[in-house]
């Protein structure tokens, strides 16, 4: 099956089977069910092995992860939404959820068909796609305005195109909405790919794609691997497509799912113009030291939902509970997760952090030597010399504003990396 297509013959014929359905029938319940919720993504994943489905990408985001993409964004501002890996519309029936109906189901379509954009290599998933939101349109129709009509599945519209995301011009317009959970497959990345050489992500290459492509005010709803949030390897990546987007959030959201073992992270941003000047290191910071030379730095090991709780009563550090810029003598909250512990004194620093914060580097001294829990959301910087007064000049160096300048070239993103923090200069003065 050449790029994951699958026979699709079947498809409609199955769901008509299902729903015993005739075309041009009243559209029943279980029909309209069927499409809207699980069973097309049932039935490609029947289809296909799991092998093929890795080794062209297909895993589709579902009905749960294109309700977090999207939760709480509105979308009225936006002309037209475009998904360049549409798969079964997962996203792009989402967006339909909350998109104006018009008199008729037909006119509605007839609306939607026009401000909908989607790409896949397989026709048989534009299909899929384009029945699904034909569906949505029938059963809002009937449950917000109480008409009853029959469903007659029109043809793929226009904006359905089939063929390979990272070659079609996709002809974004400012007000353009991008919504995409592309494939993650590693592929070989052009010459020119700020993703780096050899294979990459394809993740990393079609939301560059995307963003190289569109011109400013197009908005960007993705959900990628997390290793491009936070990778070493992505480091260059994240600071060439800060210099394109304005980042409106980056956030990891866990793992993706049984069958695709990856984390994945969200991120919401709009196309901009690119900068033309960044923020230089002071010149005057040329020190060979590190803050790597005098510390040892992690990620607190907590993922709180995901860590198994059966461990022994400890303190645990947040950053809800770990005040910026204090020192914490002895924890004031304990918890039981059964993984790594860590002993002070220590310094933590919190990982969300933005090149718009006034500072970067927002830390805490946790100067007790009792063993303690620290949530993920945190970087633990341990002193070599395990002694509490090089924590001290640690919060120096990080609250310096030569500091926050290096921080501000170095990552750009909201968030700040194990490696970020490992090659901060130390600054002496």
Partial sequence: MMNGEIPLSSFATALMTAGDLDEGTLCPEKLVSDLMNGHATDFVYNTLSLSDRRSHGVFFSGASWAKKILAGRDLTGWQRFVDPSVGVGDLL???????????????TIKDWADRLVAVDL???????????VQALAFHRHAAEKGQSNKIIFKELPDNFLVGDALEIDLQLTPNDC??????????????????GKGKRSAAALHLEHIIRTAPPGVGIFALIPDVLRSGSSYAKFRMELTNLINLISFEPFGAFGTQADIDVAILVATSKAPEEVFIEPD?????????????????????????????????YLTAKNAAVGEE????????????????????????????SDKKRARSTLF???????????LLILKPKDRKISTCRLLLNVLDHERTDAWLNHRIRCRHLTVGAIKSLPWIAD
């Fill in 93 to 107: 029936l989402e967006v339909c959820r909350s998109l104006p109906l018009n008199k008729t189901a037909n006119d």
């Fill in 122 to 132: 397989r026709k048989s998933f534009l299909d899929i796609a384009w029945m699904r």
């Fill in 178 to 195: 991008v919504v995409m959970n592309p494939p993650y497959q590693r592929i070989q990345a052009p010459e020119n790919s700020f993703a």
């Fill in 283 to 315: 010149p005057e910071v040329c020190n060979e030291l590190c803050v790597e030379e005098f510390f040892s730095v992690s990620v607190g090991p907590v993922v709180p939902h995901r860590t198994p709780t059966n461990g022994k009563l400890c303190g």
């Fill in 328 to 355: 914490i003598k002895a924890a004031s909250e304990f918890a039981t997760y059964n993984c790594r512990i860590e002993r002070g004194p220590f310094v933590i620093v919190r990982r969300t952090s933005s090149p």
């Fill in 367 to 377: 100067s007790s030597r009792e063993e303690t829990l620290v949530e993920n959301h």
